[in-house]
């Protein structure tokens, strides 16, 4: 499915619910500029539209410049004493004790004056510029960290909507793109604009004809490289976004599939993927690059021949007075109207690449924003998960009730779980076995707040398991069969997201303990600071597996669900995992799916489960005497 975003939406098999991509379209400029301001709180905004309003005051001073400049050329050419000055005029020189000066010296003045002024814009715009970027830098990281929050409090069938470089792209260059790039072109859109406005009007009032020669010319001009630039400009930020986006997805699948493509020598198919992405991107660049130098050109040549055409025909025309009045007026107005009109084209052409850049950025805010989170209560306080690691939980009642529940995942015909009933009192022990695609991990997803039901009930604790996690965080653990490790030490795996100042290494050491691993470390001259690799690559698969289970086992958990956890160990390892989940026996509930027998014959209850539906419940010799199949891997796996 696609989507005129430019996002490709992933339809995963076991995506719940979510949203519909093609109900969301391309946004326009002013749509895009809303959609960058909705991303800063409420507060920010008053701020972003102060500066917007300090950088617009100063086009004031262009304005006087300007004047003064036009009043220095008069002055000088024409010999004029004070006295034949305007009253308006004499009376403001007078008030500044200028009344009585020598044309030269009044011209020397007004000069310095107008350099002053011109030239304090200047740094007062440098000054203002560089507090408007900075100010855009810290909310571009106030918004991504707030999308970010947003977007990894959500269940898994929300997030699963969207890949991983899709969404590194919208959470990084695309929260760039819609705040330091977009905005910051819209202020400058806004200042240039008021000044060219304001010097118009004035322009006008002094020359009617020549302002509007002038602005017809420039505007036809602007215009054109509008149009044309915009659209090839357009096509370009296009291209940069989706290949930004696939050569993150190249770069995911090689290192994800390594070992993979070096067997099967597939390497070079990867690199020329990922050279013909980059060689695009770089085109792309390169041609923006270009686009935003091409006005330059075209309006600095406008201005100098505009400004020959002017000259001659002015001094043709008119006396030397007022036609040096009138070429210096225009030649200045022009020497601060162009460069206007150069930021001005620039940000026309950023802030379309940026509306396209940002679009998943702004197709992500919209999502979430439309998407229920399902959450209740926030993620206590770091301090708060280590007091509640400490005190065991004692508010929490590690029990699981699950009252005619009922779950599809979209795009399936047939529901993954039908009608389920069963309860999990405290301290007790439930296997879920079954065939492949019985829905058993769909089950225990369920109890661990991964998906919510269709309908019926789901508690842990006496309310859902999502807020049961929120108000207890460290309470519930889960052990997958694939254990994802991060690129760090062994310590920052354990204690997997939680600050270096808050880890408690003899909590570590316990857990490795438990996971049968910490005899391992011991003999290791870094121990807990001993490096995983990226993904773990310095691991075997069964170190892998026992690290997954001590980083499960950190918190004291009082409800563990372990999902073939033990399928990747030796008969040994796996013993000995067996004798740590016995010893729990009666003080930690537990939850385990497998397919390997032997891990869950000790359990309390069995339920067997096929097509979605529990068809027996009971200890192993019962379910065994129920289920045909049941029976014959028990006697194929000699129990």
């Not at 708060?384 to 004692?394: E, G, N, T």
Request: proline share 3%.
């Amino acid at each position: 499915m696609s989507t005129h975003l430019g996002l490709r939406a992933k339809e995963p098999n076991n995506a719940h619910g979510g949203l519909s991509v093609s109900e969301f379209t391309s946004p326009g400029i002013r749509t895009a500029v809303r959609q960058s301001i909705h991303l800063l709180p409420a507060d920010k905004r008053r701020l972003l539209y102060l500066g917007a309003a300090a950088q617009v005051s100063l086009g004031v001073l262009d304005l006087i410049g300007i004047g003064l400049i036009g009043l220095v050329a008069a002055t000088a050419v024409s010999g004029l004493g004070v006295t034949s000055l305007p009253p308006a005029v004499e009376s403001f020189l007078a008030a500044i004790g200028l009344d009585n000066v020598s044309i030269s010296q009044l011209s020397v003045a007004l000069a310095l004056a107008a350099v002053a002024i011109l030239v304090g814009k200047t740094i007062l715009s440098a000054f203002m510029t560089r507090r408007v970027t900075v100010f855009l830098a810290h909310r571009q990281s106030e918004a991504s960290a707030q999308l970010a929050r947003d977007f990894l409090s959500r269940p898994l069938a929300q997030v699963q909507r969207w890949t991983m470089p899709e969404a590194t792209y919208a959470l990084g260059a695309g929260v760039a793109a819609a705040t330091v790039a977009l905005l910051g072109s819209a202020i400058i859109i806004v200042a240039e604009v008021f000044l060219f406005a304001i010097v118009s009007i004035s322009l006008f009032v002094f020359d009617p004809a020549l302002t509007v020669t002038a602005g017809l010319l420039f505007g036809f001009i602007g215009f054109f490289l509008h149009r044309v630039l915009g659209r090839w400009s357009e096509r370009n930020a296009e291209v940069v976004k989706d290949a930004s986006i696939d050569t993150l997805s190249v770069v995911s699948e090689a290192l994800s599939t390594y070992r993979e493509t070096l067997v099967l020598n597939r390497r070079e198919f990867y690199i020329e993927r990922f050279e013909s992405l980059i060689g695009r991107s770089a085109a792309a660049n390169a041609n923006s690059g270009f686009i935003l130098e091409i006005p330059k050109y075209v309006l600095e040549s406008a201005l100098y021949l505009g400004i020959l055409v002017l000259a001659t025909v002015q001094f043709l025309t008119q006396d030397w007075a007022a036609a040096a009045a009138t070429v210096a007026v225009f030649l200045a107005a022009g020497s601060r109207i162009v460069p206007a009109l150069l930021r001005l084209q620039g940000a026309g052409i950023t802030i379309r690449n940026a509306a396209v850049q940002a679009q998943p950025a702004f197709f992500m805010k919209q999502y979430l924003s439309e998407t229920p989170s399902g959450e209740t209560e926030e993620v206590g306080q770091k301090s708060r998960v280590i007091d509640l690691v400490a005190s065991r939980y004692p508010e929490f009642t590690a029990s699981v009730l699950i009252s005619d529940a009922w779950l599809s995942y979209r795009g399936t015909e047939r529901p993954a779980l039908c009608g389920i009933n069963f309860e999990v009192p405290l301290g007790a022990s439930v296997a879920l076995v079954g065939p492949t695609g019985a829905g058993k991990s769909s089950l225990a997803d369920l109890v661990l707040g991964v998906y919510a039901p269709d309908r019926g009930r789901v508690e842990v604790g006496g309310m859902r398991p999502r807020d049961a996690i929120n108000r207890w965080p460290g309470a519930i653990a889960y052990v997958p069969q694939s254990v994802a490790l991060v690129g760090g030490s062994v310590r920052e795996n354990v204690a997997l997201g939680l600050p270096g100042d808050v880890v408690d290494d003899d909590l570590v050491w316990e857990a490795l303990e438990r996971a049968h691993l910490a005899r391992f470390l011991r003999e290791s001259r870094e121990g807990l600071d001993t490096a995983v690799g990226e993904r773990g690559f310095r691991l075997s698969g069964g170190q892998r597996q026992r690290l997954g289970i001590a980083r499960a086992l950190y918190t004291r958990p009082q409800l563990l669900v372990l999902d073939e956890a033990t399928s990747a160990l030796d008969a040994e390892t796996e013993l000995a995992i067996l004798q740590t989940l016995e010893e729990l026996e009666g003080t930690v509930t537990t939850i385990t799916v497998a397919h390997r027998l032997a891990t869950v014959k000790r359990a309390d209850e069995i339920l067997y489960l096929h097509d979605g539906q529990v068809v027996a419940r009971g200890d192993f010799d019962y379910v065994r005497g129920a289920v045909e199949d049941f029976d014959r891997q028990a006697s194929l796996s000699g129990l």
